[in-house]
């Protein structure tokens, strides 16, 4: 009787697999490891492998999930992850059967992204300059203010994924820089315009961190980010901008909770869209593959403009 390949294993070239085929990035790859290990988890508990669970076993799990409080978004990206390694193990004749194939998930309503307003993300943007020209404010904490303020405007101005924003390189900040090359999803590249605010801040934020290569007490260095991370190599970790967004939030008079990078990723497309902008060039300018994932922004247009029929028509009931 051939020896069964272990779940690790079979996860193993199931990553790499997607990073090679489909150029799958990091933050997705640790995803599905992350979904994967919990399903095998499960099928360890009750006797079970990737390789002879079947169909009413798949439906235990997604029961189980459900008894845990998952969500059901989070219960469909775990059926998500299942389909496809099944998928991959009959592909690779590991399996002859795809037991996750007659699974359905869990019905989803389709919820509107938070988004802030116009006013909101200008009282974010003027608290940050604030805080990057305060005189008191010593080198290194005028340097990582200047950091946060080029991050918002540049993050505003173009609506990247947060993963794409801190992995910018140095050479995307050049002064006469109209268009920013960015290597998104999959690997894809996309040219993405730049306002007159966000390059101002990128030269200001650019010729800061010049100056403090010679001021040890900084801690800054040469680095071919343009967001390199303070202390340690490579550049700033998502999770780190993502506090200094709530900070800089709380600063503002808002609510931590209602702020985060992604949220500023939607009010870019939602305020483009609400100025009249084309779903199409949207689509482009966020770098979605499929224009059903830009359609939600319209469901928050559609809000606005049937609130403000309902508040200033004229023969509208008051």
């Given at each position: 009787?051939?020896?069964?390949p272990?779940?690790t294993?079979?996860?193993?070239?199931f990553?790499?697999?997607?990073?090679?085929e489909?150029?799958?990035?990091?933050?997705t790859l640790?995803?599905?490891r992350r979904?994967l290990?919990d399903?095998?988890?499960f099928?360890g508990r009750?006797?079970?492998t990737?390789?002879?669970?079947?169909?009413q076993?798949?439906r235990?799990?997604?029961a189980?999930l459900?008894?845990?409080?998952?969500?059901s978004?989070?219960v469909a990206?775990?059926?998500?992850a299942m389909?496809?390694?099944?998928?991959?193990?009959?592909?690779e004749r590991?399996?002859t059967?795809?037991?996750a194939?007659?699974l359905?998930?869990p019905?989803?309503?389709r919820?509107?992204p938070k988004?802030?307003s116009?006013?909101?993300?200008?009282?974010m943007?003027?608290r940050?300059k604030?805080?990057?020209?305060?005189?008191?404010?010593?080198?290194?904490?005028?340097?990582?203010?200047?950091r946060?303020?080029?991050?918002l405007?540049?993050?505003?101005?173009?609506?990247?994924?947060?993963s794409?924003?801190?992995?910018?390189?140095r050479?995307?900040?050049?002064?006469?820089?109209?268009?920013?090359?960015?290597?998104g999803?999959g690997n894809?590249e996309?040219?993405v315009?730049?306002?007159?605010a966000?390059?101002?801040a990128?030269?200001d934020?650019?010729?800061?961190t010049?100056?403090a290569?010679?001021?040890?007490?900084t801690?800054?260095?040469?680095?071919?980010w343009?967001?390199?991370?303070?202390g340690?190599?490579?550049h700033?970790?998502r999770?780190?901008?993502a506090r200094?967004?709530?900070?800089?939030?709380?600063?503002?008079g808002?609510q931590?909770?209602?702020v985060?990078?992604h949220?500023l990723r939607?009010?870019f497309?939602s305020?483009?869209?609400h100025?009249?902008?084309?779903?199409?060039?949207v689509?482009?300018?966020?770098g979605?593959?499929?224009i059903?994932?830009t359609?939600?922004?319209?469901?928050v247009?559609e809000?606005?403009?049937?609130s403000?029929?309902?508040d200033?028509h004229?023969l509208?009931?008051?």
């Amino acid at each position: 009787m051939p020896i069964k390949p272990s779940d690790t294993k079979l996860t193993g070239l199931f990553l790499d697999m997607l990073a090679a085929e489909q150029g799958a990035g990091a933050n997705t790859l640790d995803a599905y490891r992350r979904d994967l290990t919990d399903f095998s988890e499960f099928l360890g508990r009750v006797g079970h492998t990737f390789v002879d669970a079947q169909t009413q076993t798949l439906r235990d799990y997604l029961a189980d999930l459900d008894t845990r409080g998952f969500k059901s978004t989070s219960v469909a990206r775990r059926l998500s992850a299942m389909r496809h390694l099944y998928r991959f193990l009959l592909n690779e004749r590991i399996r002859t059967d795809d037991p996750a194939a007659i699974l359905s998930g869990p019905k989803r309503g389709r919820g509107l992204p938070k988004v802030l307003s116009i006013a909101e993300v200008d009282r974010m943007l003027r608290r940050a300059k604030e805080l990057s020209e305060a005189e008191d404010a010593s080198p290194s904490k005028r340097l990582r203010a200047l950091r946060l303020y080029c991050l918002l405007e540049v993050l505003y101005a173009t609506g990247l994924r947060v993963s794409e924003l801190v992995a910018l390189p140095r050479s995307a900040a050049k002064r006469d820089a109209r268009m920013i090359v960015v290597r998104g999803k999959g690997n894809k590249e996309r040219l993405v315009p730049l306002n007159e605010a966000s390059r101002q801040a990128m030269a200001d934020y650019l010729a800061a961190t010049e100056a403090a290569k010679t001021d040890k007490k900084t801690g800054a260095a040469a680095s071919k980010w343009l967001f390199p991370s303070f202390g340690e190599s490579g550049h700033l970790t998502r999770q780190h901008f993502a506090r200094d967004l709530k900070e800089l939030a709380v600063a503002s008079g808002l609510q931590a909770r209602l702020v985060s990078p992604h949220v500023l990723r939607h009010a870019f497309a939602s305020h483009l869209l609400h100025n009249g902008a084309d779903l199409r060039i949207v689509q482009t300018l966020l770098g979605h593959t499929d224009i059903s994932t830009t359609q939600i922004y319209t469901h928050v247009v559609e809000e606005r403009l049937k609130s403000l029929v309902r508040d200033l028509h004229p023969l509208a009931e008051k």
